[in-house]
Protein backbone atom coordinates (compact mmCIF):
# COMPACT_ATOMS: atom_id res chain seq x y z
CA UNK A 1 0.00 0.00 0.00
CA UNK A 2 3.18 2.45 -0.15
CA UNK A 3 3.09 2.77 4.10
CA UNK A 4 4.48 0.13 6.70
CA UNK A 5 2.00 -2.50 8.09
CA UNK A 6 1.97 -2.46 11.81
CA UNK A 7 1.42 -5.77 13.12
CA UNK A 8 0.51 -6.64 16.59
CA UNK A 9 0.11 -10.22 18.21
CA UNK A 10 0.42 -13.28 17.23
CA UNK A 11 -0.25 -13.90 12.89
CA UNK A 12 -0.36 -17.52 12.66
CA UNK A 13 0.28 -18.77 9.11
CA UNK A 14 -1.36 -22.49 8.10
CA UNK A 15 -3.99 -24.21 6.24
CA UNK A 16 -7.46 -25.11 7.29
CA UNK A 17 -6.58 -28.86 7.09
CA UNK A 18 -3.10 -30.91 6.12
CA UNK A 19 -4.23 -30.91 2.39
CA UNK A 20 -4.57 -27.19 2.22
CA UNK A 21 -1.60 -24.51 2.51
CA UNK A 22 -1.73 -21.12 3.33
CA UNK A 23 0.43 -18.70 1.73
CA UNK A 24 1.43 -15.26 2.67
CA UNK A 25 2.99 -13.77 -0.15
CA UNK A 26 5.29 -10.15 0.69
CA UNK A 27 5.83 -7.99 -2.44
CA UNK A 28 9.04 -6.16 -3.19
CA UNK A 29 9.03 -2.90 -0.90
CA UNK A 30 7.20 -4.26 2.01
CA UNK A 31 7.60 -3.08 5.35
CA UNK A 32 6.17 -5.08 8.63
CA UNK A 33 6.84 -3.07 11.71
CA UNK A 34 6.24 -5.37 15.09
CA UNK A 35 5.49 -4.37 18.22
CA UNK A 36 6.61 -5.94 21.23
CA UNK A 37 4.21 -9.00 20.91
CA UNK A 38 4.10 -9.53 17.25
CA UNK A 39 5.99 -12.56 15.71
CA UNK A 40 5.12 -14.66 12.70
CA UNK A 41 4.16 -18.82 13.00
CA UNK A 42 4.22 -21.10 9.98
CA UNK A 43 3.03 -24.22 9.58
CA UNK A 44 3.02 -25.04 13.26
CA UNK A 45 0.03 -27.19 12.76
CA UNK A 46 -1.10 -27.38 9.30
CA UNK A 47 0.43 -26.42 6.29
CA UNK A 48 2.13 -22.73 5.92
CA UNK A 49 4.02 -20.95 3.57
CA UNK A 50 5.93 -17.56 3.53
CA UNK A 51 7.16 -15.67 0.37
CA UNK A 52 8.73 -12.83 1.29
CA UNK A 53 11.07 -11.96 -1.88
CA UNK A 54 12.33 -8.17 -2.57
CA UNK A 55 14.32 -7.02 -5.02
CA UNK A 56 18.06 -5.14 -4.28
CA UNK A 57 16.15 -1.57 -5.03
CA UNK A 58 13.14 -2.59 -2.88
CA UNK A 59 13.43 -4.96 0.06
CA UNK A 60 10.99 -6.27 2.64
CA UNK A 61 11.80 -4.96 5.82
CA UNK A 62 10.94 -6.87 9.04
CA UNK A 63 11.65 -3.87 11.81
CA UNK A 64 9.75 -2.79 15.27
CA UNK A 65 7.15 -0.74 15.79
CA UNK A 66 8.85 1.10 18.97
CA UNK A 67 12.36 1.93 19.80
CA UNK A 68 14.95 0.39 17.21
CA UNK A 69 16.96 -1.86 19.55
CA UNK A 70 17.58 -5.23 19.61
CA UNK A 71 14.98 -7.77 20.85
CA UNK A 72 12.09 -4.88 20.67
CA UNK A 73 10.11 -7.66 18.87
CA UNK A 74 10.08 -11.75 18.84
CA UNK A 75 10.98 -13.09 15.41
CA UNK A 76 9.74 -15.32 12.61
CA UNK A 77 9.36 -19.16 13.63
CA UNK A 78 9.02 -21.84 10.98
CA UNK A 79 8.03 -24.87 11.77
CA UNK A 80 7.18 -29.22 10.53
CA UNK A 81 4.66 -28.02 8.02
CA UNK A 82 6.00 -24.38 6.89
CA UNK A 83 7.85 -23.59 3.69
CA UNK A 84 9.52 -20.36 3.33
CA UNK A 85 11.35 -17.82 0.93
CA UNK A 86 13.49 -14.96 2.07
CA UNK A 87 15.21 -13.05 -1.01
CA UNK A 88 16.13 -9.26 -0.32
CA UNK A 89 14.95 -8.95 3.12
CA UNK A 90 16.07 -6.99 6.25
CA UNK A 91 15.90 -8.34 9.24
CA UNK A 92 16.77 -5.74 12.27
CA UNK A 93 15.90 -5.26 16.15
CA UNK A 94 14.30 -8.47 16.69
CA UNK A 95 14.93 -11.67 18.52
CA UNK A 96 13.70 -10.98 22.21
CA UNK A 97 15.36 -14.27 23.15
CA UNK A 98 18.58 -14.79 21.64
CA UNK A 99 18.64 -18.52 21.45
CA UNK A 100 15.38 -18.68 19.03
CA UNK A 101 16.82 -15.72 17.09
CA UNK A 102 15.04 -13.07 14.68
CA UNK A 103 14.30 -16.66 12.17
CA UNK A 104 14.16 -19.77 13.33
CA UNK A 105 13.52 -23.11 11.61
CA UNK A 106 13.14 -26.38 13.06
CA UNK A 107 11.52 -29.78 12.40
CA UNK A 108 10.63 -30.36 8.99
CA UNK A 109 10.22 -27.25 7.87
CA UNK A 110 11.96 -25.96 4.20
CA UNK A 111 13.06 -23.01 3.53
CA UNK A 112 15.52 -20.48 1.59
CA UNK A 113 17.44 -17.35 2.43
CA UNK A 114 19.27 -15.42 0.01
CA UNK A 115 20.91 -11.76 0.10
CA UNK A 116 19.40 -10.95 3.43
CA UNK A 117 20.72 -8.24 5.81
CA UNK A 118 20.74 -9.26 9.14
CA UNK A 119 21.87 -6.36 11.63
CA UNK A 120 20.94 -5.61 15.43
CA UNK A 121 18.96 -8.27 16.55
CA UNK A 122 19.41 -10.19 20.01
CA UNK A 123 20.45 -13.09 18.22
CA UNK A 124 20.30 -13.93 14.28
CA UNK A 125 19.11 -17.32 13.00
CA UNK A 126 18.52 -20.81 14.35
CA UNK A 127 18.03 -23.36 12.06
CA UNK A 128 17.17 -26.80 14.56
CA UNK A 129 17.57 -30.31 13.85
CA UNK A 130 18.84 -32.83 11.36
CA UNK A 131 15.54 -32.93 9.06
CA UNK A 132 15.91 -29.26 7.83
CA UNK A 133 15.08 -29.01 4.37
CA UNK A 134 17.32 -26.09 3.08
CA UNK A 135 17.06 -25.24 -0.82
CA UNK A 136 19.68 -22.54 -0.26
CA UNK A 137 21.41 -19.89 2.54
CA UNK A 138 23.69 -17.69 0.53
CA UNK A 139 24.70 -13.84 -0.18
CA UNK A 140 23.26 -13.29 3.65
CA UNK A 141 25.16 -10.49 5.60
CA UNK A 142 25.22 -10.65 9.15
CA UNK A 143 25.97 -7.70 11.65
CA UNK A 144 25.99 -7.34 15.44
CA UNK A 145 23.70 -9.81 17.02
CA UNK A 146 25.14 -13.06 19.22
CA UNK A 147 24.59 -15.76 18.47
CA UNK A 148 24.69 -14.85 14.99
CA UNK A 149 23.99 -18.33 13.25
CA UNK A 150 23.04 -21.57 15.76
CA UNK A 151 23.00 -24.43 13.45
CA UNK A 152 22.89 -28.07 13.49
CA UNK A 153 25.20 -30.34 11.92
CA UNK A 154 23.44 -30.97 9.10
CA UNK A 155 22.10 -27.32 8.66
CA UNK A 156 25.63 -26.05 8.39
CA UNK A 157 26.19 -28.62 5.97
CA UNK A 158 23.97 -26.89 3.44
CA UNK A 159 25.03 -23.44 4.16
CA UNK A 160 26.89 -21.69 1.00
CA UNK A 161 28.46 -19.13 -0.01
CA UNK A 162 28.80 -15.66 -0.21
CA UNK A 163 27.79 -15.54 3.59
CA UNK A 164 29.34 -11.99 5.25
CA UNK A 165 29.63 -12.65 9.29
CA UNK A 166 30.79 -10.05 10.97
CA UNK A 167 34.42 -9.81 13.31
CA UNK A 168 33.82 -11.62 16.42
CA UNK A 169 30.54 -12.80 15.11
CA UNK A 170 29.38 -16.16 17.75
CA UNK A 171 28.53 -19.40 15.44
CA UNK A 172 27.17 -22.25 17.44
CA UNK A 173 27.13 -25.59 15.80
CA UNK A 174 24.63 -28.06 18.14
CA UNK A 175 25.72 -31.96 18.43
CA UNK A 176 23.92 -34.05 15.71
CA UNK A 177 23.63 -36.38 12.91
CA UNK A 178 24.37 -35.92 9.12
CA UNK A 179 23.45 -38.17 6.42
CA UNK A 180 23.16 -35.88 3.43
CA UNK A 181 26.39 -35.08 1.70
CA UNK A 182 27.24 -31.47 2.50
CA UNK A 183 30.24 -29.03 3.20
CA UNK A 184 31.25 -27.07 6.11
CA UNK A 185 32.44 -23.71 4.52
CA UNK A 186 35.07 -21.15 6.47
CA UNK A 187 32.78 -18.36 7.85
CA UNK A 188 35.67 -16.29 9.08
CA UNK A 189 34.87 -16.51 12.74
CA UNK A 190 35.61 -19.72 15.09
CA UNK A 191 32.47 -22.56 15.50
CA UNK A 192 31.40 -23.40 18.66
CA UNK A 193 30.46 -27.26 18.83
CA UNK A 194 28.05 -28.08 21.48
CA UNK A 195 28.23 -31.79 21.07
CA UNK A 196 28.80 -35.02 19.28
CA UNK A 197 28.90 -35.05 15.57
CA UNK A 198 28.01 -38.29 13.44
CA UNK A 199 28.35 -38.89 9.81
CA UNK A 200 26.29 -41.69 8.76
CA UNK A 201 24.22 -43.46 6.29
CA UNK A 202 26.30 -43.11 3.07
CA UNK A 203 26.81 -39.41 3.35
CA UNK A 204 29.94 -37.23 2.84
CA UNK A 205 31.39 -34.20 4.56
CA UNK A 206 34.17 -31.95 3.20
CA UNK A 207 35.46 -29.21 5.37
CA UNK A 208 37.03 -26.50 3.83
CA UNK A 209 40.54 -24.49 4.43
CA UNK A 210 40.13 -22.54 7.27
CA UNK A 211 37.43 -24.00 9.53
CA UNK A 212 38.19 -24.09 13.08
CA UNK A 213 36.20 -25.69 15.70
CA UNK A 214 36.07 -25.14 19.18
CA UNK A 215 34.96 -28.30 21.05
CA UNK A 216 33.27 -28.70 24.26
CA UNK A 217 33.94 -31.57 26.86
CA UNK A 218 33.16 -35.24 25.16
CA UNK A 219 33.13 -34.15 21.44
CA UNK A 220 33.68 -36.80 19.06
CA UNK A 221 33.36 -36.77 15.54
CA UNK A 222 32.16 -40.39 14.39
CA UNK A 223 31.91 -41.52 10.80
CA UNK A 224 30.31 -44.31 8.99
CA UNK A 225 29.35 -46.83 12.13
CA UNK A 226 26.15 -48.19 10.83
CA UNK A 227 25.40 -46.66 7.18
CA UNK A 228 28.89 -45.59 6.20
CA UNK A 229 30.23 -41.93 4.91
CA UNK A 230 33.53 -40.19 4.29
CA UNK A 231 34.93 -37.63 5.96
CA UNK A 232 37.44 -35.00 4.13
CA UNK A 233 39.19 -32.77 6.27
CA UNK A 234 40.80 -30.62 3.14
CA UNK A 235 43.21 -27.74 5.19
CA UNK A 236 46.02 -26.21 3.32
CA UNK A 237 49.20 -25.17 4.40
CA UNK A 238 48.64 -21.50 4.54
CA UNK A 239 44.66 -22.17 5.90
CA UNK A 240 44.48 -25.09 8.06
CA UNK A 241 41.71 -26.98 9.58
CA UNK A 242 41.90 -26.66 13.66
CA UNK A 243 40.16 -28.59 16.05
CA UNK A 244 40.85 -27.44 20.19
CA UNK A 245 38.72 -27.72 23.24
CA UNK A 246 37.34 -25.28 25.14
CA UNK A 247 39.10 -26.32 27.90
CA UNK A 248 43.23 -26.38 27.43
CA UNK A 249 44.39 -29.65 29.04
CA UNK A 250 44.77 -32.75 27.81
CA UNK A 251 41.87 -34.88 27.27
CA UNK A 252 38.84 -32.94 27.40
CA UNK A 253 37.18 -34.07 24.14
CA UNK A 254 37.25 -38.33 22.41
CA UNK A 255 38.26 -38.40 19.19
CA UNK A 256 38.01 -38.04 15.33
CA UNK A 257 37.14 -41.81 15.04
CA UNK A 258 36.56 -43.92 11.43
CA UNK A 259 34.16 -46.96 11.50
CA UNK A 260 34.36 -49.62 9.23
CA UNK A 261 31.87 -49.10 6.93
CA UNK A 262 33.62 -45.23 6.47
CA UNK A 263 35.55 -45.15 2.88
CA UNK A 264 37.65 -42.12 1.01
CA UNK A 265 38.25 -40.40 4.17
CA UNK A 266 41.07 -37.38 4.28
CA UNK A 267 43.20 -35.59 6.69
CA UNK A 268 45.39 -32.87 5.44
CA UNK A 269 46.76 -29.87 7.07
CA UNK A 270 44.66 -30.64 10.31
CA UNK A 271 45.40 -29.32 13.66
CA UNK A 272 44.06 -30.71 16.66
CA UNK A 273 44.76 -29.93 19.84
CA UNK A 274 43.07 -31.03 23.33
CA UNK A 275 42.10 -34.83 22.31
CA UNK A 276 42.03 -37.87 24.18
CA UNK A 277 40.71 -40.87 23.19
CA UNK A 278 42.62 -44.34 21.94
CA UNK A 279 44.06 -42.35 19.44
CA UNK A 280 43.12 -38.25 18.18
CA UNK A 281 42.20 -40.04 14.94
CA UNK A 282 41.24 -43.73 15.08
CA UNK A 283 40.73 -45.45 12.50
CA UNK A 284 38.64 -49.11 12.99
CA UNK A 285 39.45 -51.96 11.07
CA UNK A 286 37.91 -52.22 7.09
CA UNK A 287 38.19 -48.08 7.43
CA UNK A 288 40.94 -45.82 5.35
CA UNK A 289 42.66 -42.77 5.40
CA UNK A 290 44.54 -40.92 3.71
CA UNK A 291 46.74 -38.34 5.92
CA UNK A 292 48.80 -35.61 4.14
CA UNK A 293 49.81 -33.18 7.32
CA UNK A 294 48.11 -33.84 11.01
CA UNK A 295 49.13 -32.11 13.98
CA UNK A 296 48.65 -33.04 17.36
CA UNK A 297 49.21 -30.52 20.52
CA UNK A 298 48.39 -31.26 23.97
CA UNK A 299 46.71 -34.62 23.39
CA UNK A 300 46.12 -37.51 25.90
CA UNK A 301 46.82 -40.27 23.44
CA UNK A 302 48.98 -40.64 19.90
CA UNK A 303 48.20 -38.61 17.24
CA UNK A 304 47.05 -41.19 14.90
CA UNK A 305 46.29 -45.12 15.58
CA UNK A 306 44.78 -48.07 13.46
CA UNK A 307 43.47 -51.74 13.34
CA UNK A 308 44.65 -54.17 11.51
CA UNK A 309 42.09 -54.48 8.95
CA UNK A 310 42.05 -50.66 8.31
CA UNK A 311 43.88 -48.99 5.02
CA UNK A 312 46.45 -46.07 6.11
CA UNK A 313 48.46 -43.70 4.26
CA UNK A 314 50.21 -41.23 6.57
CA UNK A 315 52.48 -38.59 5.86
CA UNK A 316 53.45 -35.61 7.71
CA UNK A 317 52.21 -36.25 11.29
CA UNK A 318 53.44 -34.13 14.15
CA UNK A 319 53.05 -33.83 17.72
CA UNK A 320 53.75 -30.72 20.34
CA UNK A 321 52.86 -30.41 24.02
CA UNK A 322 53.25 -33.49 25.96
CA UNK A 323 51.37 -35.54 23.32
CA UNK A 324 53.24 -39.23 23.44
CA UNK A 325 53.40 -40.12 19.58
CA UNK A 326 52.88 -39.52 16.49
CA UNK A 327 51.03 -42.75 15.71
CA UNK A 328 50.76 -46.01 17.06
CA UNK A 329 50.17 -49.02 14.00
CA UNK A 330 48.83 -52.10 15.10
CA UNK A 331 50.67 -55.07 16.41
CA UNK A 332 50.51 -58.87 15.60
CA UNK A 333 48.57 -58.26 12.43
Known amino acids: PGVPFTIGGL ?37 GALRAEGT ?18 RGINLYKNATADFS ?3 FEYGSRRSEWGVLFANSRATLSVTDCLFHDNGGGVVLQGDD ?7 RNTFTASSPTLTLSPQAYA ?7 LAPGSRVVLAGGHIER ?36 DGFELAVGAVGGGSL ?7 APIRIYGVNDRRGTWDAIRLHPKSAGNVIEHVQLRNAGGVGAVEVLGGADLRVDGLECARCYSPALTWACAA ?4 KGVTIKDGTPAEMSPPGGC
Open 181 to 216: SGRWRDLGSPVEVAGPVVLDGGASLTVDPGVTLQVR
Open 88 to 90: HVT
Open 56 to 73: AEAPIVFTSQGKPRPGAW
Open 11 to 47: IEIAGEDDDMEALLELTPGTVLRFDEDAYLNVGYYRP
Open 311 to 314: KVDA
Open 132 to 138: LRIREFA
Open 158 to 164: TVGEGNV
Open 232 to 238: KLQGTAE
